[in-house]
């Protein structure tokens, strides 16, 4: 810009000088001076020093509003977890009622079974039948229990061949020797054991017979046993040479006269939770004591009055056994622990039946403790009590077999006579 005012400028001057010499009087040089005058001022006015740019810093560029952070989204909602499953109850698992065949009249070796028969239950008298709600602990599980007699109720039929006969029933009492000989036939699968011995017994008199120990003893004095026809254990103690085959008397009829009419000079089967109350407290041509060997001591550790389902309901029953089985080994727990009321309604029970078999409460609080002090109900060898011990069963089943009995093949495993799948280990006195 500078350089192009100065050009304008020089070109003013030249053209002036111009003008003055064609002019040329005396007036020169005060034209002159005027026009240097006039010049100069052109050359002020045509050229003023141009004002210095500022040194400015440029205008930062507006900040750009930040954008907000995005709000962190919210967690979904946990979906709310199933309610736990109420161990005690059977509404949608088990049938009602369970139906339990048990292998007499009601007893208090049955008290586990009637520990869960809740209030309102009902009794028909004819057939021998109780039932009611199914109670654990004082909880309604939502289905209801019937228990049935056996023996007479049902023609002395067999547990396991009851089953057969009648559909409806979900369990019934089997003995471990009848599920082994009779298994062929009527097989069974036992999911808990109430007992942990059976109370069955040889009894004798101890006044008659002062060094008799046991069983064995009897054997080596050749004294006459009346026992029921057909029980396994007397053959088996004959083919192991405890007993001789010419000692016993199959013609037992379950009463006392004959044991009572011969003085105490034979020995008798019986049962330990009964025999030693009666002979002493009720019969009373005895009135005494009368001393006895457990069958379990003596040399045949069966398991009595298991509870079996049928072997092809095992599916079936499943998930009503997962719940059920513990139910009944706290039952065993709850009995031992206040027998009192089950006992009163065992005893009633009894008598509305109305029949031969007679019950009293002093007769029931005698077996319960019985079934105590001799570990008719207890644990195994463990912690746990209903469990069923797998070589005491292998070694039941080699004892039958030895004696000569014809035992399909299939009942010599003992997994195929009982399971513990649904027993709580932590249920235990």
């Not at 056994?321 to 039952?331: E, G, H, T």
Request: charged share 20%; with cysteine.
């Amino acid at each position: 810009m500078k350089t192009k005012l100065w050009v304008r400028a020089l070109c003013a001057l030249a053209v002036l000088g111009l003008i003055a010499a064609a002019c040329g009087d005396d007036d020169t040089d005060d034209d002159g001076a005027a026009a240097d005058t006039s010049a100069a001022a052109v050359e002020e006015t045509a050229a003023p020093a141009e004002p210095e740019d500022p040194e400015e810093e440029p205008a930062a560029a507006p900040a750009e509003p930040e954008e907000p952070e995005a709000p962190e989204p919210e967690p979904e909602p946990a979906e709310p977890e199933a309610p736990a499953e109420d161990p005690l109850d059977l509404a949608s698992v088990c049938p009602s009622p369970i139906i339990i065949q048990t292998d007499w009249f009601p007893e208090s070796e049955h008290g586990a079974m009637y520990q869960m028969v809740g209030e309102g239950w009902t009794l028909d008298t004819d057939n021998m039948i109780t039932t009611g709600p199914l109670m654990a602990g004082g909880v309604d599980t939502g289905v209801d229990i019937e228990i049935r007699a056996g023996g007479p109720a049902i023609g002395f039929a067999s547990g396991s061949a009851q089953m057969q006969l009648d559909p409806e029933i979900t369990l019934a009492y089997v003995s471990m020797d009848e599920a082994v000989i009779l298994g062929g036939d009527t097989p069974t699968l036992s999911v808990v054991a109430p007992l942990e011995k059976n109370p069955q017994i040889i009894q004798w008199d101890p006044e008659t017979y002062p060094d008799v120990t046991g069983v064995a003893d009897l054997g080596e004095l050749g004294v006459v046993i009346n026992v029921f026809a057909g029980g396994t254990f007397i053959d088996v103690f004959v083919n192991e040479g405890v007993l001789s085959a010419d000692q016993i008397d199959p013609s037992y009829d379950g009463g006392p006269a004959r044991f009572i009419a011969e003085g105490g000079a034979i020995a008798q089967q019986g049962f330990a939770s009964e025999s030693p109350y009666s002979y002493e407290q009720v019969y009373e041509e005895w009135s005494k004591p009368i001393a006895f060997e457990l069958i379990h001591d003596a040399g045949l550790p069966i398991y009595s009055q298991t509870l079996a389902i049928r072997p092809a309901d095992l599916d079936t029953l499943r998930p009503c056994l997962a719940k059920f089985v513990p139910i009944v080994q706290q039952s065993i727990l709850d009995f031992a622990a206040d027998p009192g009321p089950t006992n009163a309604m065992i005893v009633q029970i009894v008598a509305d039946i109305g029949s031969f078999w007679q019950y009293s409460a002093g007769l029931a609080q005698f077996s319960v403790d019985t079934q105590i002090e001799l570990g008719l109900i207890g644990n195994g060898p463990d912690d746990t009590v209903g469990n069923m011990e797998i070589d005491r069963i292998q070694e039941v089943i080699d004892k039958i077999v030895n004696a000569g009995f014809d035992v399909n093949p299939s009942r010599t495993d003992p997994n195929n006579l009982v399971t513990n799948e649904f027993i709580d280990e932590s249920i235990g006195f």
